[in-house]
């Protein structure tokens, strides 16, 4: 109808919230937005990562493109990385690292002189500039063992080997490469409605009941001790699988459940990979949305101008 507004009013709601990790719902909108946003996190949040390496001596067992490699793959704090320039858009430099607006550089010097092995990690990598640093796992109070927390291993080194090397770490993007990704996963689900009949449930034997709810391969139902009902205990286990219909149409009673994704309602669960906190990704995607969003709206104003003024238009913006 001409005039109608499709406007929505997206609501969040938090259900569980760490530093690496996020758990929230998202109401009132539908799929196409729930999955923007879940690819704006994966491939187009920007963190800060190795990103040129110049190996000065190495004489480990692995080669300079492999060190390379896995010093890329290195997660750093990137909470700046919004501020920052891309290297290819920065003026104040020529790309080689000396460069605040756009670049940190680090360093690794590591040497074994002894019999024992040396483990090289990501802890001997000294950064310029104390904001962006590896990420400590060490304090994610994840119950690690003490043997793991002394950061990500780059190589390990025999008696008289060595490793030097200087890094340039820039800002970029996961849809340039996966290094700067700062999520290790993103998934949404719809949330999903349950309605048991009660009435027909009720004809079936405790037996029967039992046999019914084992045939879904979550814990999505249960049977209760005291009433003996079958009551849902956890919807969001559900993977939509119909088992649960299959079993009820073989039992002969087509229709003993009901079971419909929301169309308007997604639960999320994100996880970063320590570059950036959980929460801090979810906001930051959301600023990049809204960013694509308000070009495209200058886009659809532009070609309206164009309509309404003619070759006016296109040539008041140089066209």
């Avoid at 994610?140 to 008696?159: A, Y």
């Avoid at 009673?253 to 979810?282: C, N, R, W």
Wanted: hydrophobic share 40%; aromatic share 6%; with cysteine.
């Amino acid at each position: 109808m001409e005039g109608a507004s499709y406007q929505r009013f997206p609501t969040v709601k938090i259900r569980e919230l760490k530093d690496d990790y996020c758990k929230f719902e998202l109401h009132s909108t539908d799929a196409s937005l729930a999955n923007a946003l879940r690819r704006v996190m994966i491939a187009e949040v920007p963190t800060v990562a190795i990103d040129l390496v110049e190996i000065e001596v190495n004489s480990s067992v692995l080669n300079d493109e492999f060190i390379a490699h896995r010093l890329g793959l290195i997660p750093l704090t990137s909470d700046r990385a919004m501020s920052m320039r891309f290297s290819r858009d920065c003026d104040a430099c020529d790309g080689d690292g000396q460069c605040e607006f756009c670049s940190v550089e680090f360093h690794l010097r590591a040497k074994c002189i002894n019999d024992q092995t040396l483990d090289v990690t990501s802890k001997d990598l000294y950064s310029s500039d104390h904001t962006v640093v590896p990420v400590d796992f060490s304090d994610s109070g994840s119950g690690i063992e003490n043997s793991e927390q002394r950061g990500i291993i780059i190589v390990k080194l025999r008696r008289g080997q060595e490793l030097r090397l200087r890094a340039i770490a820039r800002k970029g993007i996961g849809k340039d490469h996966a290094k700067w990704s700062p999520a290790a996963t993103v998934t949404f689900m719809y949330e999903p409605e349950i309605h048991i009949n009660e009435d027909m449930m009720d004809t079936l034997s405790l037996e029967e009941k039992q046999g019914w709810v084992d045939s879904s391969p979550t814990k999505v139902f249960d049977i209760d001790a005291a009433s003996q009902q079958v009551v849902v205990v956890d919807p969001e286990a559900y993977a939509y699988d119909d088992e649960v219909i299959k079993k009820a149409e073989a039992m002969g009673k087509p229709g003993l459940v009901e079971i419909y994704a929301k169309e308007d309602s997604f639960i999320f669960t994100v996880e970063s990979t320590g570059a950036i906190k959980a929460s801090q990704l979810v906001l930051n995607a959301i600023d990049i949305l809204k960013q694509k969003l308000d070009a495209v709206r200058l886009s659809e104003d532009t070609v309206e101008a164009d309509e309404q003024f003619g070759e006016l238009g296109a040539h008041m913006r140089g066209g």
